[in-house]
């Protein structure tokens, strides 16, 4: 399973200085690996329950370390469907309705059809350090739960939408878990977020504010239907068409995800987690390109007069979803587990981005327009449920296989959906193999594919998104995953463990149940948090201690 | 520096980003064309259609425009009679101590003003001579005086609205500043130079913004005239708060078209062409202006007079008729002695013929004046009473009296120059009136209207040789299509100080079909109101041949349109 988390932004579109689009896409699909999740026992927990981290079969002294790399590679279509009328694009008509002689007759129906291909690297770390023996563990890790990679050819149709972003949101955490009782641990932890935002549009001063205030403000005083409400007959002017860029805007964030741990039988494992959101602001450096004579001479001696390339400060603030998911995980027998989760995320936060650009250059003050200039991307998502299974068979006692389905549902809406937003019904498949090559070393390796039912919109708001989408991404991930045993008692321990369970080879530390988990048996546990399986599935050794 | 660092950490993590290429190009200059060179260039043809567009100026912006430009603005004729009757009201109720500190010959100057029959002083003129002649009948010298100009003994010799009307006439009317203002040359107007109403003054937006700041220069010494403003200080037209604006309903924008040299996209202002249509005059509002003070005034006025160096003699005949023989009428109309003259005349120009009798007591007629209607005077004693002058017009006898009294205080002749200051002098224009004679005129004018919509779209740019006009669907079917105009000496930039900021030396204006450009194509007719530029309709595969102001030659290569309001064009430098 994988967490499949529309990637927010969102930033322009129908209505904005920038336009990206979060897709739902643009999640990275991996944090940990295929065998993590709310009820998996891997370091990875400090992300995907804290809680569960006491499941861990640690001693003080000992550390369990996942660290994985990978790509994420995907495929985005969209084909335009133009529904309403535009004038001609070397028009400037500003006020609806248009001279049906102005109104291009060409420009409806379908547009050439335009794709990407995002790529973009995978990557996360956890490391797990018991401090209080069967009490308390600490983990720290980092991953990128959410990212967006996309570059769109530059002059086609979705060019108002968007031309590329990057955005990327690597999540430092560092969590607590505590195991109450042998039926339940708890944990949380708070994690630094540092984000990056570069993107890349051509934006269309037709859907400014700020352009048809100035036309509209004495003293020009021209009524116009320039603005974020403009009909979809003045917009897409060739002359309001400027191509914009953020580049390498950064924000930082904290936030912080509690979860709890059940473990109410043997075979039986419960998972329920709260990940806050995380507000962010970025703040870079954005680039408009106003090299048009209609900007910067032919319209000066009413005041209208810009620097054939403005530059100046961007603030884009957004707020990362909260999300509250529940999993639970059932032994079936010694070989197959099953397990599964549902979440729901509150992408309703996400209802609109707020994006401020401040340049002295903006400043047109014959026409009331100070060096700032807001701009709100209006969204209007909703909130999305996601949710996955996964069967998990111990193939060999050295081998793991697992296979996940998983559905999400669509947080955009037809009216917003956009180019960077592909978002829609989504279906998950993916499988992932462990291979155990010693007590202290496995490899994972996953493989998990994405895509949505091809969706179709005919109602987007201004006709900006009307047309087909398809989503198709790939990801790709190695883990290794390292036990690593402190001096001293650990070492002992350790021994004393293997003696207990010397058949527990089989099973890979990452079992998501407690069922197979490396975990020795409870009379050697007082407060074992996953006890043996009854089906006598041998857990695997020990690891023994790291080499000096 | 942790920040730099996470920065750079994440950087390196995710290196792949998008966006990573530069996606917004800086602009580059173009360079000259080599001969033999070619290159493309994409013209567009937009709109930008303000209705009711109203521009505002203000004091201050109208100030910082270009001065030739606002010294082309004529507004009106300013009627200076009002000024002129409200300067010599002033002189007249000057206060004591004012007079006293003016010159003996301003002084001998206001007392010809204000000298009425009553306090004349006739001694050591032909009209002495009364004096006793007045005490041998019995009756007062003023009251012969008065009988014979038919008037009252207090009533002036020249009435104040005469004084003012032969000043207007002789002086200010003579004065070329203001006898011509600044035009448009075209064939009635060669020069460009247009007559002034007489007894007016023209004024400009200049003069407007300027609170009339250089009228003593403009009306001061000129050309051999002695003008008639020595000094002017404080001229209030308007306040500070001052403000002209003007409802505009036309294409905004200007056309694009292409400097040769460099094959540079270039911008022509398009107010001109649309002159015809730009201001909607059933609109009051189409022109308002705002902040006129509301008794326009002169803070401190000094104006002058000057007379000849000789004593003129009134003459002594009637012939020459209608005014006799003396030699003030051969003087400039501006100097003193010759202004006598006509004010005399035009004061009795309406004064009947008029013949009084005086009688002794014993009932016999001892003196007897008359003045014909031509201004003839006779005097006449009988019985030995008295030597009265010869017949003579009433103006030389007048011309007499006041050069004796100008001369008052032992001034000679040559020495008594006038000048007067007053202060606090209104112009006499109500300025709703100057508003309405504004609109009034600029709209009349189109050469005021084109400099003042020019006031409003200074948006030429660059060096343009042509451009381009595409004949919109409203149009006439003749006129729609593309079009090639070329530039007239009008669509030429104007620098800061309102001169062309290029010489139009365009030898060989228009489009040709042949590189020897002996074959035009091109001609003035009409196409979009405008009938001024030398224009051809043109289409893809078309060939023509211009030559711009350095005498460069091109061709020119319509080549498909890339969208209905672009037009593509390949140019080649043919030397």
């Known amino acids: 399973m994988r967490r499949v988390v529309p990637v927010l932004l969102g930033l322009c579109g129908a209505s904005s200085w920038a336009t990206t689009a979060a897709a739902s896409g643009f999640d990275a699909p991996t944090l940990g690996s295929a065998q993590s999740g709310p009820v998996a026992r891997d370091a990875a927990a400090t992300w995907w329950n804290p809680g569960r981290l006491t499941a861990l079969d640690l001693e003080p002294g000992q550390a369990e370390l996942q660290v994985g790399l990978g790509v994420i590679v995907g495929s985005i279509g969209y084909q ?4 309403a009328e535009h004038q001609y694009a070397d028009n400037l008509d500003f006020k609806s309705p248009v001279a049906t002689s102005d109104l291009d007759p060409n420009k409806f129906g379908k547009q050439e059809k335009v794709g990407a291909i995002p790529l973009g690297p995978a990557f996360d770390a956890y490391v797990a350090i018991p401090a209080i023996r069967d009490r308390l563990v600490f983990g720290l890790g980092i991953g990128i739960p959410y990212v967006a990679v996309l570059n769109l050819p530059k002059n086609g149709p979705q060019r108002f939408a968007g031309q590329s972003i990057f955005l990327a949101t690597p999540h430092a955490t560092l969590a607590a878990a505590v195991k109450l009782h042998r039926v339940i641990s708890i944990g949380a932890g708070v994690s630094y977020v540092l984000g990056t935002l570069s993107l890349s549009k051509v934006q269309d001063f037709g859907e400014v504010g700020l352009l048809g205030d100035a036309l509209s403000n004495p003293p020009i005083g021209q009524d116009n239907d320039f603005g974020p409400d403009a009909p979809p007959e003045i917009r897409e002017l060739d002359v309001l068409a400027r191509p914009f860029e953020i580049k ?4 930082h964030g904290v936030s912080f995800n509690a979860g709890i741990a059940l473990q109410p039988t043997d075979k039986l494992s419960i998972g329920l987690v709260y990940h806050h959101g995380a507000k962010m602001t970025f703040r870079g450096k954005f680039r408009l390109d106003m090299d048009d004579d209609f900007f910067t001479q032919d319209l000066a001696a009413q005041g209208l007069q810009y620097p054939a390339l403005l530059e100046g400060k961007a603030r884009v603030r957004m707020r990362l979803p909260k999300r509250i998911t529940l999993g639970a995980g059932y032994q079936i027998n010694r070989r197959v587990a099953l397990d599964g989760f549902v979440s729901y995320v509150t992408y309703q936060d996400f209802d609109r981005i707020r994006i401020r650009l401040t340049s002295p250059d903006l400043a047109q003050p014959a026409l009331g327009t100070g060096e700032s200039a807001d701009q709100d991307l209006v969204r209007n998502w909703k909130g999305a449920v996601a949710t996955e299974v996964s069967t998990r068979i111990s193939a060999t006692k050295k081998l793991l296989v697992s296979v996940t389905a998983g559905y999400n549902s669509p947080a955009s809406p037809d009216s917003t959906l956009d180019v960077f937003s592909p978002d829609g019904h989504r279906i998950i498949l993916g499988s992932g193999i462990v291979y155990r090559f010693t007590d202290r070393a496995a490899l994972l390796a996953d493989l998990e594919g994405q895509f949505i039912v091809p969706r179709t919109t005919t109602s987007s708001t201004y006709d900006l998104g009307n047309g087909t989408y398809s989503l198709f991404l790939a990801a790709a991930t190695i883990h290794g995953q390292f036990k690593f045993a402190g001096r001293g008692g650990a070492k002992g321990r350790n021994k004393g463990k293997a003696k207990s369970a010397p058949t527990s080879t089989a099973a890979p530390a990452t079992q998501p149940t407690g069922t197979t988990e490396a975990t020795p048996p409870p009379t050697t546990e007082p407060l074992g948090t996953a006890p043996a399986p009854s089906s006598g599935t041998a857990p ?9 | 520096m942790r920040t730099a660092l996470l920065r750079a950490l994440l950087l390196s993590l995710l290196p792949a980003a998008a966006c990573s290429e530069d996606s917004i190009a800086t602009p580059t200059d173009p360079t000259t064309l080599a001969p033999g060179e070619s290159r493309e260039v994409d013209l567009r043809y937009l709109r930008f259609d303000v209705k009711g567009f109203a521009k505002t100026n203000t004091l201050e912006q109208l100030r910082a425009m270009p001065r030739r430009v606002l010294q082309d603005v004529w507004l009106l004729d300013l009627d200076a009679r009002p000024l002129m009757v409200n300067a010599l009201q002033a002189l007249k109720d000057l206060p004591d101590a004012d007079v006293e500190a003016l010159s003996p010959a301003a002084q001998n100057m206001r007392r010809l003003v204000l000298m009425t029959p009553d306090n004349a002083e006739l001694e050591g003129t032909n009209l002495e001579e009364l004096i006793a002649i007045s005490g ?11 009988d014979l100009l038919d008037r009252g003994v207090t009533d002036p010799f020249i009435p104040i609205e005469v004084v003012a009307d032969i000043m207007l006439s002789n002086v200010i009317g003579t004065h070329p500043n203001a006898q011509k203002r600044r035009g448009k040359v075209d064939a009635d107007h060669p020069d460009g130079l247009y007559p002034v109403a007489p007894g007016h003054i023209p004024l400009t937006l200049a003069d407007v913004v300027t609170n009339f700041e250089d009228m003593a220069e403009r009306f001061g010494p000129v050309d051999g005239h002695p003008g008639f403003v020595l000094e002017a200080r404080g001229v209030s037209v308007v306040e500070d708060q001052f403000a002209m604006t003007s409802k505009v309903t036309a294409n905004a924008l200007p056309f694009k078209g292409v400097d040769v040299t460099n094959v540079d996209v270039a911008s022509v ?13 059933s609109d009051p509002e189409w022109m308002t202006l705002t902040g006129l003070v509301a008794d326009p005034s002169v803070e401190f006025l000094s104006f002058g007079v000057i007379e000849n160096d000789a004593f003129i003699p009134g003459g002594t005949s009637r012939e020459p008729a209608p005014k006799g023989n003396s030699t003030g009428w051969d003087l400039p109309p501006w100097e003193f002695e010759r202004l006598i003259l006509d004010m005399v005349q035009a004061s009795v120009a309406d004064v009947p013929a008029v013949c009084n009798d005086y009688e002794l007591g014993t009932g016999v007629t001892a003196f007897s004046g008359c003045m014909d209607e031509d201004g003839w005077v006779t005097l006449e004693t009988f019985n030995g009473v008295g030597s009265p002058p010869p017949p003579a017009y009433i103006w030389d006898l007048e011309l007499e009296l006041a050069q004796v009294r100008l001369h008052d ?17 209104g112009v006499g224009v109500p300025p709703d009136e100057m508003i309405e004679q504004v609109k009034k005129n600029v709209q009349a004018n189109p050469e005021a209207l084109r400099e003042f919509a020019s006031l409003l779209t200074d948006s030429t740019a660059g060096a343009a040789d042509f451009y381009y006009v595409r004949g919109i669907d409203s ?28 010489d139009y030396g365009y030898t060989s204006p228009g489009f040709f079909t042949d590189p020897q450009l002996t074959k035009k194509v091109s001609d003035l007719r009409v196409v979009d109101g405008d009938e001024t530029h030398e224009k051809v309709r043109i289409a893809p595969g078309d060939v023509l041949y211009v030559e711009d ?17 672009h037009l593509a064009l390949g140019i080649t430098r043919m030397q």
């Open chain 2, 136 to 146: 041998a009948i019995g009756i007062p010298p003023a009251k012969c005086l008065a």
């Open chain 1, 248 to 251: 390498q805007a950064f924000a």
């Open chain 1, 80 to 83: 335009r469907d133009i529904r």
């Open chain 2, 549 to 565: 102001d350095d005498g460069v030659r091109v061709r020119i290569e319509v080549l498909e349109k890339p969208s209905r309001s």
């Open chain 2, 475 to 502: 149009l006439p079917a003749d006129q729609q299509g593309d079009w090639l105009f070329f530039v007239t000496e009008s669509d030429i930039a104007i620098d800061d100080e309102g001169n062309p900021v290029r």
């Open chain 2, 409 to 425: 205080g032992g001034l000679g002749e040559g020495e008594a120059d006038v000048a007067m200051s007053i202060q606090d002098v």
């Open chain 1, 540 to 548: 695997p050794p020990p690891p023994p201690a790291p080499t000096p």
């Open chain 2, 269 to 281: 202002n398009s107010v001109g062409g649309q002159i015809e249509t730009i201001h909607d005059f």
